[in-house]
């Protein structure tokens, strides 16, 4: 889920998606919806749905406290 919404790269706060990689720095993360800011992630999902974000910005939601 999704936790920031201030950066540039707009993501809307509490959007959920799956994490399906990363690079260096980022997660790799297909939200289950589409929004303005998303991409394809070079053509591996639909339009509008991926994003590179910072793993800070994430809440995980499948850790059992």
């Known amino acids: 889920?999704?936790?920031?919404?201030?950066?540039?790269?707009?993501?809307?706060f509490?959007?959920?998606g799956t994490v399906i990689g990363r690079t260096e720095d980022?997660?790799?993360?297909l939200f289950d919806d589409?929004?303005?800011g998303g991409t394809d992630i070079h053509y591996?999902?639909?339009a509008?749905?991926?994003?590179f974000v910072n793993p800070n910005?994430?809440?995980?939601?499948?850790k059992k406290f």
Not at 26 to 29: E, L, M, R, S, T
Not at 48 to 51: E, F, I, K, T, V
Not at 57 to 62: A, G
């Open 48 to 51: 509008y749905r991926g994003a």
């Open 44 to 46: 591996h999902c639909e």
């Open 34 to 36: 589409q929004f303005i």
């Open 1 to 12: 889920m999704n936790m920031n919404s201030t950066l540039r790269e707009y993501i809307p």
């Open 26 to 29: 980022k997660v790799i993360v």
């Open 57 to 62: 910005y994430l809440l995980n939601l499948t």
């Open 14 to 16: 509490g959007l959920r």
